[in-house]
Nanobody
Framework: VQLQASGGGLVQPGGSLRLSCAAS????????MGWYRQAPGKQRDLVAI???????AYADSVKGRFAISRDNAKNTVYLQMNRLKPEDTAVYYC?????????????????WGQGTQVTVSS
């Protein structure tokens, strides 16, 4: 398994969750790792990026609320999600590849692994 996301669950609005993504060495060594999310009936969107030198970038919808980090010793990427909103409800995935800084995207992604469901509801 190249990518395994975990840590999702049901949380009330305003709450927090921390997601983890264990990656194989070949994926983790890519230019950048990212967290994506896909809500029912919608496309999969990139929400956070972290490069090999730990530079980060975020989608406007999560900026100031989410924080991406990485543990190079464990080949693991994290997503700390605070002040969660119902619109954050989605399946969250991680992936890695070549960083396209100018457009804030990651190319040449690995095969998608299993995501983790995040549901924000009272």
């Amino acid at each position: 398994v190249q990518l395994q996301a975990s840590g999702g669950g049901l949380v009330q609005p305003g709450g927090s969750l921390r997601l983890s993504c264990a990656a194989s060495g070949s994926v983790f060594s890519a230019d950048a790792m990212g967290w994506y999310r896909q809500a029912p009936g919608k496309q999969r969107d990139l929400v956070a990026i972290i490069t090999r030198d730990s530079s980060t970038a975020y989608a406007d919808s999560v900026k100031g609320r989410f924080a991406i980090s990485r543990d190079n010793a464990k080949n693991t990427v994290y997503l700390q999600m605070n002040r969660l909103k119902p619109e954050d409800t989605a399946v969250y995935y991680c992936n890695g590849g070549r960083y396209l800084k100018q457009i804030g995207a990651i190319a040449d992604l690995a095969s998608w692994g299993q995501g983790t469901q995040v549901t924000v509801s009272s």
